[in-house]
C-alpha cells in the first residue's frame, strides 16, 4: 500500500516503518486485554470464596435442608468397624487376573486378592462364581498402606464354616467320605469337607498301603477337631467298623469293581472290599470274568458271609438273578431287581431254617417247643384226653418187637 508524504516528512528524511514492525503492536495489546480480564475474573472469584468463608463462619447451616443430626445420622448409617477380623457386606462392581473389586460403602475401594477368593486353588475370581454384582459378606484381614484400601477374604469364611461342619460331624459320630491326598510314615492326609486331616497307620482298617489308596475315596470318622491348634485327625478303623456292623447277611449293598482276577472279583462296598467269587456271578458258568464285569462297575450285592476277625466278606449276584444267567445276558435287570430278589431269598432262607428248627425240636420235647399239623412252631401242648390214657393194654416192650 502506496502513501502520500507531506513536505516536511519529504525534508526530514522520514521513511515509513517496515510493514512486520506495524504488524507487532496489535498481539502486544491484544495481550493487554485477556490480562485485564484474567484479573476481573480471580477478584470475582476470591470474592465469592470471601463470602462463602465468612457464610461458613457465621452461619455454617444456612440454605441446608437438613440439619446436623440427620448429618451425624446418615454417617453413622454407612460407617463400619475397619479392624482386621470384622465382617462386612460388599457389592463386587469389577474383576481382573488378581482378584476383584468391592464396595464396601467405605472412603476408599477394597480389594479381595485372587488367593483369597476360594477354599480351593482357583485360576481366577469367576471359577467361584466372583462376578460383578455378587453381593457377599467379607472379612477383613489386611490394608494397603499405598492407597489405605482394605483387603477382604472369603477364603477365611468358608474355612470357618468347614471346622463348624466338622465339628457338627464329630458330634453326631457320623461316617463321612474322604479323599487320601497324600501318605507319609506317619499316616495318610485325607480331604475332608475342604480340610485336610491326619489319619494314623494304626486307624487304617484296609490292608493295603498308603500309596495303594492315594486318589481314592474311603470312609473316615472324626476322632479330634481342633480349629485353634489346626488339628484334624480322622478314623478309617471306626468308619469301618460301623459299615461292617450294618453287613447283615442276606442284605444287598451297592458296591463298585475294584480290581479282577482269575477266581473272582474285589468290590468295594463302602471302603471294606468284599470277594464275588466267580462261581457267585451267576448261575450259568463263567470262563472269563473281563466278559461280565470291568473295574468301575457299579453294581448291587448280596452278602454272603462277614468274617470280621479275619476282615472277609463274601459276596454274591448270582442270588440276585431273577432267572439264571442274567447277570450274563442283562445285567440292568439284576440291579434293577436286587432287593425284590433278596428279599425273596430271606424268606426261602428263614423257612429252611424254621423246618431245620422244628426237625430239632421233635427229639427235644424238653425245649418246650413243638411244629404243629400246619408246621407253625409253637409251645408244646397236649392232645390227651382229659381223663387221661389207660396203659394197663399196651403191651409189653418184648411183645412189641415180636410184632
Known amino acids: 500500500m502506496t502513501m502520500a508524504m507531506t513536505a516536511s516528512q519529504l525534508r526530514w528524511g522520514w521513511r515509513p516503518p517496515p510493514k512486520q514492525q506495524r504488524r507487532r503492536v496489535l498481539p502486544v495489546v491484544c495481550s493487554i486485554a485477556i490480562e485485564?480480564?484474567?484479573?476481573?475474573?480471580?477478584a470475582k472469584l476470591k470474592k465469592l470464596f470471601e463470602e462463602a468463608y465468612e457464610r461458613c463462619r457465621t452461619a455454617p447451616t444456612e440454605g441446608v435442608s437438613f440439619s446436623l443430626q440427620q448429618f451425624t445420622d446418615a454417617l453413622d448409617k454407612y460407617d463400619f468397624n475397619a479392624e482386621i477380623g470384622t465382617k462386612v457386606k460388599g457389592t463386587v462392581f469389577a474383576t481382573d487376573a488378581s482378584g476383584a473389586y468391592v464396595d464396601i460403602t467405605a472412603k476408599s475401594t477394597a480389594y479381595l486378592p485372587l488367593q483369597e477368593a476360594c477354599i480351593h486353588r482357583i485360576k481366577n475370581v469367576e471359577?467361584?462364581?466372583?462376578?460383578?454384582?455378587?453381593?457377599?459378606?467379607?472379612?477383613?484381614i489386611g490394608e494397603n498402606e499405598a492407597d489405605d484400601s482394605l483387603i477382604l477374604s472369603l477364603r477365611s469364611i468358608q474355612y470357618d464354616l468347614a471346622w463348624e461342619r466338622c465339628r457338627q460331624l464329630q458330634t453326631e459320630d457320623a461316617v463321612v467320605k474322604g479323599k487320601v491326598v497324600n501318605?507319609?510314615?506317619?499316616?495318610?492326609?485325607?480331604?475332608?469337607?475342604?480340610?485336610?486331616?491326619?489319619?494314623?497307620?494304626?486307624?487304617?482298617?484296609?490292608k493295603s498301603t498308603g500309596e495303594e489308596l492315594l486318589e481314592k475315596e474311603i470312609p473316615f470318622k472324626f476322632v479330634e477337631v481342633d480349629q485353634e491348634q489346626s488339628r484334624l485327625v480322622l478314623s478309617h478303623r471306626k468308619a469301618v467298623a460301623e459299615n461292617q456292623g450294618q453287613l447283615g447277611i442276606g442284605s444287598v449293598v451297592t458296591g463298585s469293581v475294584q480290581s479282577i482276577k482269575p477266581y473272582g472279583a474285589f468290590i468295594d462296598i463302602g471302603g471294606i472290599s468284599g470277594l464275588l467269587h466267580v462261581s457267585q456271578i451267576s448261575h450259568d458258568r463263567i470262563t472269563d470274568i473281563a466278559t461280565v464285569l470291568q473295574p468301575g462297575d457299579i453294581l448291587k450285592v448280596m452278602i454272603l458271609s462277614h468274617d470280621r476277625e479275619r476282615g472277609r466278606?463274601?459276596?454274591?449276584?448270582?442270588?440276585?438273578?431273577?432267572?439264571?444267567?442274567?447277570?450274563?445276558?442283562?445285567?440292568?435287570?439284576?440291579f434293577e431287581k436286587a432287593e425284590e430278589m433278596a428279599q425273596t431269598f430271606r424268606q426261602r432262607i428263614?423257612?429252611?431254617?424254621?423246618?431245620?428248627?422244628?426237625?430239632?425240636l421233635r427229639f427235644q420235647p424238653e425245649s418246650g417247643l413243638t411244629l404243629s399239623s400246619d408246621g407253625i412252631l409253637g409251645?408244646?401242648?397236649?392232645?390227651?384226653?382229659?381223663?387221661?390214657?389207660?396203659?394197663?393194654?399196651?403191651?409189653?416192650a418184648e411183645d412189641m418187637i415180636e410184632n
Not at 467361584?128 to 455378587?134: D, F, H, N, S
Open 313 to 334: 466278606v463274601s459276596l454274591s449276584t448270582k442270588k440276585l438273578e431273577p432267572t439264571p444267567g442274567d447277570m450274563i445276558r442283562n445285567p440292568k435287570l439284576v
Open 379 to 396: 409251645p408244646l401242648t397236649s392232645d390227651l384226653p382229659p381223663e387221661g390214657l389207660d396203659l394197663s393194654e399196651v403191651p409189653p
Open 36 to 42: 485485564n480480564a484474567q484479573n476481573k475474573e480471580r
Open 350 to 360: 428263614a423257612q429252611a431254617e424254621a423246618m431245620a428248627r422244628a426237625d430239632m
Open 127 to 140: 471359577e467361584a462364581g466372583i462376578v460383578p454384582g455378587l453381593r457377599e459378606e467379607f472379612v477383613i
Open 183 to 206: 501318605a507319609n510314615r506317619g499316616g495318610l492326609v485325607a480331604q475332608v469337607e475342604c480340610l485336610k486331616g491326619f489319619v494314623p497307620f494304626s486307624q487304617i482298617s484296609a
